[in-house]
């Protein structure tokens, strides 16, 4: 190979020879200077160069591309149904709230069975005992009443969580990013544990309103066998004493 193109270098050296008028001897050296083997090299050097200047541009490329997809993947959801969400929750607390008579503590349950629904007993007098059961078929009602607040409550968040499900549906659908992704999925799982929260809040009310009105069933009963004993027990009888019929 080396051979063929020393032979054509010389062919083309003699045709231009022949074809030139005549020259000195120093140019003559000038022109037969002329390289092809290093030619060929430097110009097989600047085609690797260049080779690795496009692989160049082509990594900055595939950055650019990357970056732009991270920065899809970072962007944030544009919508929020946190607030919606908590306003739902903070009304049913506050229905709960709310519960008239014997609420939702400890203490004042504890205190209700120890008095409106204790045990009845020879100590109490029957004025006593009719307040008793008045104030049992009073907590009775109120707890029937909270109940259906409650469960009114949950049924006026319903629109609200229609409303709330339909835009994250559609904003998950819209998300461009696993970012925006994911905070549609969490606000709608939040949405779920507010629904959950109603239920409970609705099973919790009801469970009241029922306990209640067996504890009311059981008070009567004990109630109704202190005051079936007392009817059956002797009394002390008729005892005559002196009555003025008029006065003098």
Same mark, same amino acid.
């Given at each position: 190979m080396t051979k063929l193109r020393h032979l054509a270098a010389a062919s083309t050296v003699a045709l231009w020879l022949t074809a030139? $008028? $005549? &020259?000195?001897?120093?140019? &003559?050296? #000038?022109?037969?200077? *002329?390289?092809? %083997? =290093?030619? +060929? #090299? =430097?110009?097989?050097?600047?085609?690797?160069?260049l080779q690795q200047i496009n692989n160049q541009i082509a990594a900055l490329q595939n950055q650019r591309e990357s970056l732009i997809n991270q920065a899809r993947n970072l962007a944030s959801l544009p919508y929020s149904s946190l607030q919606q969400l908590q306003s739902s929750i903070q009304r049913t607390q506050q229905l709960l709230a709310q519960a008239e008579r014997i609420a939702f503590n400890v203490r004042e349950i504890d205190h209700a069975f120890q008095t409106t629904y204790g045990s009845a007993n020879a100590s109490q007098s029957s004025q006593t005992l009719i307040a008793y059961? %008045?104030?049992?078929? %009073? =907590?009775?009602?109120? +707890?029937l009443q909270d109940a259906l607040r409650v469960q009114a409550g949950v049924v006026g968040n319903l629109d609200t969580n229609r409303t709330q499900m339909s835009a994250l549906v559609t904003s998950s659908q819209?998300? !461009? @990013? @696993? &970012? +925006? +992704? !994911? #905070?549609a999925g969490n606000q709608l799982l939040a949405l779920q544990a507010q629904q959950l929260a109603d239920l409970t809040a609705t099973v919790v009310a009801q469970g009241r309103a029922q306990s209640l009105q067996a504890a009311q069933q059981a008070a009567a009963q004990d109630q109704g066998r202190e005051q079936l004993?007392? *009817? &059956?027990? $002797?009394? !002390? @009888?008729y005892q005559s004493t002196n009555v003025t019929m008029f006065h003098r």
């Open positions: 030139a $008028p $005549p &020259l000195s001897v120093s140019v &003559l050296a #000038q022109a037969i200077v *002329f390289d092809l %083997q =290093n030619y +060929a #090299q =430097n110009v097989l050097i600047a085609a690797r160069e059961a %008045q104030a049992r078929w %009073q =907590n009775s009602v109120a +707890a819209a998300a !461009t @990013g @696993g &970012l +925006a +992704a !994911t #905070q004993r007392r *009817f &059956l027990t $002797p009394g !002390t @009888g």
